[in-house]
């Protein structure tokens, strides 16, 4: 029930495109939804968040979908630049702070 | 601000022996959380500290341990290392009840590479 399930792996997307990044969880008691982007050689740094209260939150090209009934979240990143290219990590966490994470995505924007 | 610093950054040892981590948050964060992060594994929690007290443990052996201080940095140490504790450990530092939503947004330092050979 711990567990935040993270899909896909690895992503390859051509420049301009839109990148999906989509993750699953179990508790209903989770109540904050982070993403986090991580550059090779850095520790990962928040993106965006979102609360169960909302079904998406944009900031610029980066949106979070939520759908709560499904226990599902999603990242979208419109026209996506070789500059995004990174691994990204969704995770949760409920009343005790604790951060739930994904196994993770590599996402990589060929020019 | 500084930011989150971690030494040492790289690190080679040798099965059996144990290794000591250093962390320091953020100036006026009190709270340190570790993680070990492995290829495909994501980011494994190990434990948090928050004004010297471990407030949240993750399930690693006891091998893992770690401490703060009063100054807020802290330390993780890795006692009989095995070749599966390879691997990069982040150190995070937050201000409780601040950040996104009043959720602890986690302020994450470069790392450590560990190699155990």
């Known amino acids: 029930q711990q567990q935040v399930k993270q899909s896909p792996q690895s992503l390859i997307v051509q420049k301009g495109g839109i990148s999906i990044i989509n993750c699953a969880y179990e508790n209903t008691a989770f109540d904050y939804f982070p993403w986090y982007q991580q550059f090779p050689g850095k520790g990962p740094a928040l993106l965006i968040a979102i609360r169960p209260d909302v079904s998406e939150k944009k900031e610029g090209r980066f949106t979070i979908s939520f759908n709560k009934s499904a226990k599902q979240f999603s990242l979208h990143i419109m026209d996506s630049q070789p500059g995004d290219s990174a691994t990204y990590f969704c995770a949760a966490s409920g009343s005790n702070y604790q951060l739930i994470w994904g196994a993770g995505t590599k996402l990589i924007i060929k020019p | 601000k500084a930011g989150v610093t971690q030494t040492p950054r790289y690190l080679i040892k040798t099965r059996g022996q144990q290794v000591t981590l250093s962390c320091s948050p953020i100036?006026?964060?009190?709270?340190v959380s570790w993680y070990q992060q492995t290829p495909g594994q994501g980011l494994q929690f190990l434990f948090e500290y928050f004004s010297e007290t471990q407030r949240n443990k993750g399930n690693f052996p006891g091998r893992f341990s770690g401490r703060q201080f009063s100054n807020s940095r802290s330390e993780m140490n890795v006692s009989t290392l095995e070749l599966g504790d390879s691997a990069l450990y982040l150190c995070?530092?937050?201000?409780?009840?601040?950040?996104?939503?009043?959720?602890?947004?986690?302020?994450f330092g470069p790392g450590t590479r560990l190699l155990v050979l």
């Open positions: 100036s006026g964060h009190r709270s």
């Open positions: 995070a530092s937050s201000i409780p009840g601040q950040g996104a939503f009043h959720k602890e947004t986690q302020y």
